[in-house]
């Protein structure tokens, strides 16, 4: 992780920023593994390494969201949408197959590729909450019938691994969709789509 005196500095310099453009002070700063030198201003490194999110990547977190996710149960009902909680978690369990499994869904042509990086890759990746009834890609649609428990587990390994693998893995990589992402970006795609679909369903 940064030495002290670096984040001392990352402090110094949030405290200068948030007094001139009135941000919040209550971030997540990741400041592991990155390379400081005297060309660098603060406020890229605020820019590049700030997660206004909950960081998937910390155990803490990662507990967290498993403790909801063991929240559920086959009968829990969803607040709205259609889909029931089985096929929730199954939909949920695609976003992490985009990573882990190559090959199980299809890449899209470069045409389609442009579209998605230019009109839906923020909406995925920034801190917005996502819309009640959002239209749902077609890889994400579930209709048939899934086990709960399968995909349950399936579900916790899948927030465990990418907590183990750790933020440092994500920096750069390719997604499945948008071209490659940084850190803070793979950050919010994980955990708004988790917290999205588990309020859904009230855990």
């Known amino acids: 992780f940064a030495h002290a005196e670096v984040a001392k500095n990352i402090k110094t310099a949030t405290e200068q920023i948030t ?9 997540w700063l990741t400041t592991g593994y990155c390379c400081f030198t005297k060309h660098t201003t603060y406020s890229k490194i605020l820019k590049n ?13 990662a507990d967290t969201i498993v403790r909801r996710i063991n929240a559920l149960s086959p009968t829990t009902q969803p607040k709205w949408g259609k889909m029931n909680v089985g096929q929730m978690l199954a939909h949920c369990n695609v976003t992490y197959e985009m990573v882990y499994e190559n090959g199980k869904h ?10 998605l990086k230019t009109f839906i890759k923020k909406l995925v990746t ?12 077609p890889a994400f649609v579930i209709t048939d019938s899934r086990d709960f428990e399968a995909e349950k587990k399936r579900l916790i390994n899948h927030v465990y ?4 693998a750790g933020a440092a893995h994500f920096e750069g990589k390719e997604s499945h969709s948008f071209g490659m992402l940084n850190r803070t970006e793979w950050n919010n795609m994980f955990y708004k789509h988790l917290d999205h679909h588990l309020t859904q369903f009230g855990a």
Request: proline share 6%.
């Open 126 to 137: 920034n801190e917005v909450p996502y819309k009640q009834n959002s239209q749902t890609a």
């Open 161 to 164: 691994k990418t907590q183990q």
């Open 19 to 27: 007094k001139r453009k009135k941000l919040n002070c209550n971030t």
């Open 106 to 115: 299809p890449q899209a042509n470069f045409f389609m590729k442009f579209i």
């Open 49 to 61: 390494y700030t997660m206004a999110l909950p960081d998937v990547f910390s155990k803490d977190i």
